[in-house]
């Protein structure tokens, strides 16, 4: 299997190399050429399955050039066996026909562990079978920093460099990120927003002097294996509600469209998945290109759920390449245009092609605390803010669609947000008993300008190595 780039220009690559480049030299984001398929009968046979079973038949299709069936085996083991949940990806039930899939057992408390603790797994195979040395700089919103410092604190081969937006990230993620001890962890502050961060990791890539001379790699969902990852559990989650028999549809709080994403290339694989949806908080840039057609940024405001706080998200590109045909010349004029103007339109066939799978809706601050309040007094679940702003919109999916089985994504842990959840409920959540410390051990961080030859500096002269 090999991965092309959503801009069309530059070369094809194997998953391996697809996996330590991350974004490709002309911009675009890698994906599969071509995207396997289940039959309905492989997909019944998966029932009943560990998820780690579950994950090798679904990422061994795309990897199996790259890595042997054994080092897969091994990478998903190890990567859940750190989990604080046998099933890894639970589902509870919240009302008639609604389940919430609990994707926040792992090590950071947020789905970012399922993919991010993989790659970690695979990224030690690669470079220990290349013998080769990596630099990983990633953008965070809160939680993919906190999981890839998880997964590759420590490293022999890895440096991890993290930049997250100084002030706009909650205590419990920023704590998760400065107080790992190890020497190839580091964590920056960056003068900006989220947008900010993603655009200098982009501009580092784009400065292929730098790239090379750091050996610079991405583990943001730029990088194909963290889609690839997420994947999986649209499959257990689909099949423990009766797939293949019975169609799903899904509610995914989104950001960068990395998990609804995956989503999608679940039913491309051939999983009887009904809608996507697509739930987004008051930035809403998403919700309203679907329902418009125009893609325009109006500036992002902070929210109660800071992952969502996004307006350039990235893996729409990947969406918009499938709904313009697979076409990368149109996807790059797209992207150049948003960038020089703030802005682009979708023709009359891609939104076609985009309203063929996924729905949108948006929930506002207030509606955020409403349902969190509601869901535990009828459940007995307490719901992070993003989750929350999941289920207000599966809800308001539902009412057009009450027959359709609805799983809404629980993207993290109650106690990753605590003033929200207690605004909310009355409740400040606890943190499990693995990190219930996390308040008492010591910080480390850099400030950091929003300025990217200061930024590079910086990188160089504190790698290790
Ligand atoms: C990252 C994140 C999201 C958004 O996911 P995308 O893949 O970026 O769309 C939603 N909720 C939480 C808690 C997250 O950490």
């Known amino acids: 299997m090999r991965y092309i780039s959503t801009r069309g220009e530059a070369p094809a690559l194997s998953f391996g190399d697809a996996m330590l480049t991350g974004l490709a030299r002309d911009g675009g984001l890698y994906v599969p050429e071509t995207v396997p398929q289940f039959s309905p009968e492989e997909i019944a046979a998966m029932a009943g399955l560990s998820y780690e079973e579950v994950a090798f038949r679904v990422m061994k299709p795309f990897v199996s050039e790259t890595f042997s069936d054994e080092e897969l085996q091994g990478a998903i083991t190890r990567a859940y066996a750190g989990f604080g949940h046998i099933a890894r990806a639970p589902l509870t039930q919240l009302g008639p026909n609604h389940f919430l899939l609990e994707l926040f057992h792992g090590p950071t408390l947020a789905f970012k562990d399922f993919a991010m603790q993989v790659i970690g797994q695979l990224f030690q195979i690669e470079l220990k079978r290349r013998d080769q040395k990596v630099t990983i700089v990633g953008a965070t919103s809160g939680d993919t920093g906190s999981a890839a410092i998880e997964a590759f604190r420590g490293l022999d081969n890895v440096d991890v460099f993290i930049l997250f937006p100084h002030g706009r990230v909650s205590e419990v993620q920023r704590r998760q990120m400065t107080t790992p001890v190890e020497a190839n962890v580091h964590a920056f502050a960056l003068e900006g927003d989220f947008d900010d961060c993603q655009a200098k990791l982009k501009d580092m890539f784009n400065d292929f002097d730098f790239r090379d001379e750091v050996g610079l790699a991405g583990v943001n969902s730029i990088n194909f294996a963290r889609v690839l990852a997420q994947i999986v559990y649209y499959f257990t989650a689909a099949l423990s509600l009766g797939a293949p028999g019975r169609p799903v549809s899904f509610s995914v709080p989104t950001g960068n469209f990395g998990d609804i994403f995956a989503g999608f290339l679940a039913k491309e694989m051939g999983l009887p998945v009904e809608r996507l ?3 987004t908080n008051h930035n809403d840039i998403l919700d309203r290109c679907l329902k418009a057609g125009d893609y325009t940024k109006r500036g992002v405001t902070a929210s109660m759920s800071p992952s969502m706080d996004i307006e350039v998200s990235s893996n729409f590109e990947r969406a918009l390449f499938w709904a313009y045909g697979r076409d990368g010349k149109a996807v790059s004029q797209l ?31 207030a509606r955020t605390l409403e349902v969190i309040a509601r869901t535990y007094e009828t459940t007995g679940e307490l719901l992070c803010p993003h989750s929350a702003v999941g289920v207000g919109v599966a809800e308001d999916a539902q009412a057009r669609d009450p027959a359709t089985v609805m799983v809404t994504l629980a993207t993290a842990h109650p106690a990753k947000f605590p003033d929200a959840v207690e605004k909310a409920s009355g409740l400040r959540p606890a943190l499990p008993p693995r990190m219930a410390d996390l308040f008492e051990r010591e910080e480390r961080m850099t400030r950091v300008p929003n300025d990217l030859a200061a930024l590079e500096t910086m990188i160089k002269e504190r790698r290790r190595a």
Do not use: P, Q, W
């Open 335 to 365: 992207m150049d245009e948003l960038k020089t103007t703030g802005s682009f339109n979708i023709s009359e066939n891609a939104m076609g092609a985009l309203r063929a799978h996924y729905d949108s809706g948006s929930v506002d601050e």
């Open 277 to 279: 949806v697509i739930a």
